[in-house]
């Protein structure tokens, strides 16, 4: 059974850079056909498909934020992080680390349990 954690900061001030990090057991993050994704949920939307990263340490991005993420990967650690640069109240969202077979929310098929981080000064 695959287990995913996320951890870091719930608070991060306006125009700085957000960074969490999501520590995998039960599984490798250097299997085949695996991606590695952080998703988000704003208050009041639906789930957003941020990025990920594969098992050779490929990196995807939605474009809408391809400007300010990036996403990388411990293999020595099993554990991937994502860095948001310049974040704005808008940013403010649970953020979820996730494990799929493509780029989407709908082929996630393990999650971790979200982390709320707010921005704010």
């Known amino acids: 059974q695959v287990q995913l954690q996320e951890s870091g900061p719930g608070l991060v001030k306006p125009s700085a850079t957000l960074s969490l990090t999501c520590t995998v057991s039960?599984?490798?993050?250097?299997?085949?056909?695996?991606?590695w994704t952080w998703i988000r949920q704003p208050p009041g939307k639906g789930r957003e498909w941020m990025g990920a990263?594969?098992?050779?340490?490929?990196?995807f991005y939605s474009p809408s934020l391809k400007s300010r993420i990036s996403i990388f990967k411990d293999t020595s650690k099993n554990q991937f992080t994502l860095q948001l640069r310049s974040v704005t109240p808008e940013d403010t969202a649970v953020y979820y680390c996730a494990r799929g077979g493509g780029l989407s929310v709908a082929t996630m098929d393990y999650w971790g349990q979200g982390t709320q981080v707010t921005v704010s000064s």
């Open positions: 039960g599984g490798s993050i250097t299997t085949n056909y695996d991606y």
């Open positions: 990263i594969t098992y050779s340490g490929s990196a």
